[in-house]
């Protein structure tokens, strides 16, 4: 919902529109695959900007970030 929403408002941004899961729990291979390669991307950006409705940053994101030293801004609480 929140993917649709950002593409409404700005038509330029480039976003991996996939499900993605936690590895561990993980059997579909497809989901696996979009998993993997969100972590690729992120593993190999310069800079990461994230979203979130609730209080907290993506822990996904959070972990590469501080994993890879990549510096990272969050928003939080989002609502639209």
Known sequence: EFKQ?????NQNIKMID???????KCRDKDILEHTLSEIYILSNSKFIKTYSVYEWI??????????????????TNLTF
Request: proline share 0%.
């Open 5 to 9: 929403y950002v593409k409404t408002k």
């Open 18 to 24: 996939k499900v993605s899961c936690h590895i561990g």
């Open 58 to 75: 993506s822990g996904f994101v959070c972990h590469i970030a501080k994993l890879y030293n990549i510096k990272y801004q969050g928003e």
